[in-house]
């Protein structure tokens, strides 16, 4: 929309610069010779040529500086205001070089122009100069460059606050991480140390290990390594995802080694995807199958995943007591999968099934392959 707009302003400023370079020309009373349409032909031109200096400044100057010798030589008295605009816009591009050099070279040839025309040495050289005086010249070229100085500070004080931005973020990362760190890994290192020798101890008396307590020291393994992951990744930036979908697998055999019948089914050719949709599915697999070990009291889940061309579609259904009359309140777990998917720009479905027991079923948009 900003691009529209300066577009027609463009365009705005070429039409009238070329009206009244015409409106001056038809001023002087010129006859209807070939000579002279030519001369009017190269005011209009040299008026619209400006519409495309922003996008490109250097071959507009030529044009406009050509067109402000060749209607002097047809015998035009016009300013050479489009060369002006021209020297303001190629300036403010950065091209001041070219621009001196271009205006060297229009100063010397407006008189040899002029003269063609009026066969007059002192008139010809009062005529260039009224064509181009050298304040306008110089004032063009100065609004310009004071433009130009304006707009690269603006960009750099942009710059300096995405930079402080960006390092404040961090600092405030490694600040969580540390609080992470002080406040959790402690009491989890302790959580999972007890219920090592609890267990331990009772396989070592020959007695059977209640099956709560190889949960607990399940868990406990899980959370250390879930904590240890999202610290090194608060403190990376994400730079190394802790997990994404080659860790899915992973998931599934731990679920089996719990007593649960889980499957995994992969369909679909795998292509690359963002880093941050393998996470996302890895967590969406993860919470799903932490709840039908908590809540489900499942024997069998089945985990999906479908790479197609343009989404990554993941199902995790399970047999378990749900039913569509005993939908279960979403936890803080759905919620946050239902927060990841939405941030992606995909959907989500969470709900019981017909036939009894939950299914999960997310979208992930992962744009079309290359």
Known sequence: ?????????????????????????????????????????????????????????????????????????????????????????????????????????????LPLAALASLHDTGEAFAQARGALELAWLIAAGAAGEALRQAERRADEAERTREETAR??????????????????????????????????????????????????????????RELRATLEALRDDDKTPPHGLDHIPELVERARATGLDATLTIDGQRHDMPAAVGRTAYRIVQESLTNIARHAAAATASVQIDYQPDTLAIRVDDDGKATPDTAPMPGVGLLGMRERVTALGGRLRAEPRGEGGFTVQAELPVGPTS
């Not at 140390?193 to 331990?200: K, N, S």
């Open 1 to 109: 929309m900003g691009t529209d707009r300066a577009g027609i302003r463009d365009w705005a400023i070429a039409v009238c610069v070329a009206a009244i370079l015409l409106v001056t020309g038809l001023s002087e009373q010129h006859s209807a010779t070939n000579l002279d349409l030519l001369g009017y032909a190269l005011l209009v031109a040299g008026g619209l040529a400006l519409a495309a200096g922003r996008r490109a400044p250097v071959p507009v100057l030529a044009v406009t500086g050509l067109c402000a010798v060749g209607y002097q030589a047809a015998g035009f008295d016009v300013p050479a205001v489009a060369f002006l605009f021209a020297v303001y816009a190629a300036v403010r591009a950065g091209h001041r070089i070219i621009t001196v050099a271009a205006s060297v070279a229009l100063l010397a040839a």
């Open 167 to 224: 390092r404040r973020a961090g600092e405030e990362r490694l600040h969580i991480a540390r609080e992470l760190h002080d406040s959790l890994t402690h009491q989890i290192s302790v959580i999972k140390v007890q219920a090592e020798v609890a267990v331990h101890l009772a396989r070592k008396r020959g007695e059977q290990v209640p099956e709560a307590l190889l949960a607990i020291l399940e868990a406990g393994r899980e959370a250390n």
